[in-house]
């Protein structure tokens, strides 16, 4: 398997927040999943008046990835920043987290970019105990 190219995903996470809809919060976010096919993913977050029926990058990445019949991933990159300048770490949200927890398993990377520096960072260091499949057994 490849290695992962860090520094190509962090930019088409950023060229994913620019389709940010956010006329609301002005937060633009774009992230970049990597399928375990080799095939790049882009999401952004889209707003709604509702705030609750706004839909994450994270999630649009990887709803646009299983609705295409990839369910397996590698990596997903996140950068985020209000009126799009990329200014500090965004890491996923709760909801994205458990989203990700149902298809990003073993030695999955979310990689955040605060526009210096990137982190890398494991599954398991985003969310330590998902609530999974197994629970429901």
Known sequence: MAEINYDEMIKLA???MGESYSPYSKCR???CLLGESGQY???CN????SY???CCAERTAIFK???SGEKKFRAIAVVGGFDGNIKEYFPPCGVCRQVM???CKDGFEVILFNGKERKVLSMEDVLP???GSEKLK
């Open 129 to 131: 105990y998902p609530f």
């Open 101 to 103: 927890s149902e298809f």
């Open 41 to 43: 993913y882009l999401g």
């Open 29 to 31: 976010v774009g992230a």
């Open 14 to 16: 950023a060229k994913a």
């Open 52 to 54: 609750s029926a706004t």
């Open 46 to 49: 889209v707003e709604n008046a």
């Open 65 to 67: 990835a299983v609705s």
